[in-house]
């Protein structure tokens, strides 16, 4: 169910006043929510991406000064646990616009490409995204691509492209069975006044502003630059919102902004260089520094300009996994990457209100971009949570997100597949011209017509990530995009391997080390005892973390190498099976006429000590030699076919007196 609602009155804001909410309830998959409460609540991580998804594409496609608040609820009513709803949420978004009131520039289309042995895959089911190399969300318009969303396993970028053209093919069908709907059941669009700067305010601050603001945009320094643009509006506002006037300080604000738009994207367009002196494709200055807390498992600082990201990396155990219970799957996660954008980062003073969901959404980009990278678990049986804390920010903190996070995770000597490097494009169109920005400030972001996020390796793609704020992208354009940020990143890429070439040898002496091996299912029970007494008992003596799964799999995870082998040792000794040949202690248990009884230990197991075994001189009756209770050493001679046990205490004892004899 897409609904969507808008507001009578425009909003008295600097910005479209759009929310998305896209809501799985659990009864549309058969489940009760889990919890106190037994209802939904806050909404996970998964909705605020979808939510994400649905809200970017749509944005865009809104009247310049459209003010009134517009709300789009989208709720799964029932799932197959199959086919995910994300894509059937965009596209009912998209024609419940349509066919309202509101005066929406759409409709948009949206698709899922997959590629699975070679061959692309529309909107293909759960069951085949594990065996996709490709996961693709494709929106647009008739004019164009106009969002993207990708995780790929190293992709080239033609074939990226190629993917984007397929894709376009069905947004198209999509867009026309759209307007068919339109035409049957749509309502006429009504008028909204628009919040546009007055054509003579706008005169007055350009004639006032113009030639300041292009001096001022010769300055390379942010802070500097920002001052001088906060003088230009003080001294606009003291001269034009005033009583007489009837202009309010966000009227004036509003028109200075348009004009300072206008002469950065000229200053670009005509001269082919960016506010901050770089060319068109110039990085900005790079320095990377890895190791830079001494106690974390793992730490990197990169910055790039004025952002910085510092990424810490912590290793845990099978224990510490995210728990995944949502609508379509259960499951672990075991890699996860959590962004954090503090408000210092950007000069400002602000509460801090827990995680936001752009916090979300950049953290999610970074994760795709590094996952396809991480080792598997049989490699690499460790739980691994990345942390970025961006320490300053003027533009693409996500990217810088991604490459402080690589050299973290080889800090950490956690051996991925290769390096991942990430860079931002930009793009300043003006009729038939085109001019594409490799690497932009947070102000090309602001007042340019694009961001379009690529990560990846030497060999490919990881990751993608692009918001249109035009009419939409050609598949030529983004073509020429993607090429040139493939140069970007691979500059970075250099940049990075300069500070660290490959993983370190050995882990952190703070990370755990795991050892990861196997038993038999049924000795499980041995391992765990009645109530769990016999592993709480190992993990106290030894201060581990001992993990054992369904399938006999033992993790067994320490700081401590001599812990960790004391621990490993005792599981084996109550797992493994006698070993012919071997000496063990026992304690006699039951005495008959041919013989005693011995439970062996660590095993537990009761094997025959036969008369002829008992000792070297003739035994007449067996409790001349032992009693029940005794403690003896016996030696394995024998486990037969039906798993039966033979002892000897006699040939202990000659094994031990050739020791002594020998040594």
């Not at 155990?317 to 728990?323: F, G, K, S, V």
């Not at 001019?435 to 947070?442: E, F, M, P, Q, S």
């Not at 499980?524 to 369904?550: C, L, Q, S, Y």
């Amino acid at each position: 169910l897409a609904t969507v609602v808008m507001s009578k009155e425009a909003k008295d804001l600097d910005f479209f006043p759009l929310t998305v909410e896209y809501k799985e309830k659990t009864y549309a998959a058969g489940k009760i929510p889990g919890g106190f409460f037994k209802r939904e609540g806050r909404p996970s991580e998964g909705e605020i991406l979808t939510s994400r998804l649905i809200d970017r594409p749509i944005r865009s496609r809104f009247a310049a000064g459209f003010r009134n608040e517009v709300q789009i609820i989208c709720l799964v009513l029932s799932s197959d646990g199959e086919n995910d709803p994300d894509i059937l949420a965009m596209i009912g978004s998209s024609l419940a616009l349509t066919i309202s009131e509101i005066p929406f520039q759409g409709p948009l289309g949206a698709v899922k490409v997959g590629r699975i042995n070679g061959q692309f895959v529309i909107n293909p089911p759960f069951s085949q995204i594990e065996d996709s190399t490709m996961e693709l969300i494709v929106a647009g318009t008739r004019d164009g691509i106009n969002m993207i969303e990708a995780g790929c396993k190293q992709i080239d970028e033609k074939t990226v492209a190629e993917a984007i053209a397929f894709a376009q093919e069905e947004i198209l069908r999509q867009i026309d069975m759209q307007e068919e709907f339109a035409r049957q059941a749509g309502k006429p669009k009504i008028d909204v006044p628009l919040k546009v700067v007055p054509r003579e305010l706008y005169e007055k601050v350009k004639a006032a502003a113009s030639e300041r603001l292009k001096e001022v945009y010769t300055i390379a320094d942010k802070e500097k630059r920002e001052e001088q643009v906060g003088v230009i509006a003080k001294s606009l506002l003291e001269e034009l919102a005033t009583e007489e006037s009837g202009y309010s300080e966000f009227d004036v604000k509003s028109a200075l902004v348009k004009v300072e738009k206008e002469e950065v994207r000229k200053i670009i367009l005509e001269k082919k260089v960016r506010v901050d002196g770089r060319s068109l494709t110039e990085v900005r200055q790079i320095s990377c520094e890895v190791g830079t807390l001494p106690r974390t498992h793992g730490s990197a600082l990169f910055t790039r300009g004025q952002t910085q990201s510092l990424s810490v990396v912590t290793l845990g155990t099978a224990a510490d996994e995210q728990r995944m219970d949502n609508l379509m799957s259960e499951g672990k996660k075991s890699f996860m990457l959590h962004y954090n954008f503090p408000p210092f980062s950007v000069g400002e003073a602000r509460p801090l209100r827990g995680t936001s969901r752009r916090e979300i959404g950049h953290g999610a980009l970074a994760e795709r971009a590094l996952q396809s990278v991480m080792p598997s678990k049989d490699v690499f049986p460790y739980t691994v949570r990345l942390v970025s804390e961006v320490m300053e920010s003027n533009g693409s903190s996500s990217m810088a997100t991604v490459c402080a996070g690589t050299l973290a995770l080889m800090d950490a000597g956690i051996p991925i597949e290769k390096p991942v490097s990430g860079i931002a494009m930009g793009l300043i169109k003006q009729g038939e011209e085109s001019v594409i920005l490799t690497d932009i400030l947070g102000l090309e972001d602001h007042l340019g017509d694009m961001d379009f996020k690529v990560t990846g390796t030497d060999a490919g793609i990881t990751a993608i990530q692009v918001d249109i704020k035009t009419d939409g992208l050609d598949l030529a354009l983004i073509g020429r995009i993607l090429e040139q940020a493939r140069e970007g990143r691979m500059f970075v890429m250099g940049k990075m391997l300069e500070v660290m070439q490959m993983p370190r040898a050995d882990l952190s002496a703070y990370a755990p080390r795991i050892s990861v091996f196997h038993i038999p299912v049924e000795k499980i029970k041995d391992i765990i005892g009645p109530g769990g007494k016999t592993i709480k008992r190992i993990i106290a003596e030894t201060g581990v973390i001992i993990d054992v799964e369904d399938d006999g799999k033992v993790v067994v995870a320490s700081s401590d190498a001599a812990a960790s082998a004391n621990a490993i040792g005792m599981i084996k000794a109550l797992t493994e099976e006698p070993e012919v040949g071997q000496i063990y202690p026992g304690k006699i248990t039951r005495i008959l006429n041919f013989g005693a009884f011995c439970e062996i230990h660590p095993h537990k197991r009761e094997g025959l000590i036969h008369v002829s075994e008992l000792s070297t001189q003739y035994v007449k009756n067996v409790e001349d030699v032992v009693k029940v209770g005794d403690e003896v050493k016996v030696k394995v001679i024998e486990v037969d076919a039906l798993n039966r046990i033979n002892l000897s205490m006699k040939q202990a004892v000659e094994a031990e007196d050739d020791g002594k004899d020998n040594g």
